[in-house]
């Protein structure tokens, strides 16, 4: 994974990086925009200020989600796992005894994205797949760290056995949530459980230890993520190795089994090299995977706002459907 031995690093002129011309209205808006948010953390062992930094970007992120959740044409219903909440919403028009189902967890830095926020961004995640879609309100720290998102997954998941067939699964999500969504596919192999027919991994954080290239070529580039998440993966490991593949999938041996997987990343995503990694560790093993990749996208691409997020949401379906 690294070299004991050291090179130069190479030195760039400062310079500016214009909004491509090429790109839809929407997309150009977007990048117009700059940087969006604070990216500072609090000190690891202050759990107050990092509560109240969740609350203050949660409400932030709510605030940006509810045009998206207005638009979504369905119903939303809530259930428990173990006294995990979990957002269910049924697009419309999908029937609701439809023999599939997506298995989805939450982006938001491992720190972030529950409650309302978690429910407002599940309404685009199950148009985009359209299918009848679970989001877990998995627990997060500082209260709860690893496992215990790992230990949520687990559980929807074996729940919604007991509900489909593993063939007619589909186990995913963005950012933080496709971390956890790999981790629970390589926990349910490692346990014996059966594997989901697909998975979606979209700009996902497989590597909390933040080796690839991009983590350097991209940032300051990105305008959603505009700084290192290194100490929010602190803070989840709670003092567990980062490079165990529960933690950081992208080191896990794919060999023993993974299901089809689609990855989708964008040119200016600091995500980058994370999403190309996957794609070749899983294609070295022989897995079925297909990478995505958007011009000018950032993380997590255009808020879904663009059409070049829904051609990717129709390629998605595409995928999906051929599984």
């Not at 939303?76 to 173990?82: A, L, Q, S, V």
């Amino acid at each position: 994974m690294s070299t004991t031995e050291s090179f130069e690093p190479l030195h760039v002129p400062a310079r500016e990086i214009p909004v491509p011309s090429h790109l839809s209205a929407a997309a150009q808006a977007v990048l117009a925009m700059g940087a969006l948010g604070d990216s500072s953390f609090p000190a690891i062992e202050d759990h107050d200020a990092w509560r109240a930094m969740t609350a203050e970007r949660d409400a932030a992120l709510g605030i940006m989600m509810e045009a998206r959740e207005a638009a979504f044409t369905g119903s939303i219903d809530e259930i428990e796992c173990g006294g995990v909440p979990i957002y269910v919403l049924t697009p419309e028009g999908v029937s609701t005894d439809d023999p599939t189902a997506y298995l989805e967890f939450h982006g938001g830095g491992l720190t972030m994205g529950g409650g309302a926020v978690c429910r407002a961004m599940a309404t685009g995640s199950a148009g985009n797949v359209g299918r009848k879609t679970y989001s877990v309100d998995y627990r997060m720290p500082p209260d709860f760290p690893y496992p215990a998102a790992l230990d949520d997954g687990i559980a929807a998941y074996t729940m919604l056995l007991e509900r489909y067939q593993p063939e007619n699964i589909v186990i995913g999500g963005g950012s933080a949530g496709a971390n956890i969504a790999a981790a629970v596919i390589l926990r349910a192999r490692d346990e014996g459980l059966p594997l989901p027919g697909a998975a979606y991994l979209g700009t996902p954080e497989v590597d909390l230890t933040e080796s690839g290239d991009s983590f350097n070529t991209n940032m300051g580039i990105d305008s959603v993520l505009t700084a290192r998440l290194m100490p929010a993966n602190l803070l989840y490991a709670n003092g567990h190795d980062l490079t165990d593949p529960y933690l950081s999938p992208l080191f896990a041996d794919f060999t023993q089994g993974f299901p089809p997987t689609f990855l989708q990343t964008g040119t200016r995503d600091v995500f980058l090299s994370n999403t190309v990694r996957m794609h070749r560790a899983l294609r070295s093993a022989g897995i079925v995977a297909e990478l995505h990749v958007i011009e000018a996208g950032p993380h997590g691409g255009f808020f879904g706002s663009a059409p070049e997020d829904a051609a990717i949401a129709e390629e998605l379906r595409r995928f999906l459907s051929e599984r």
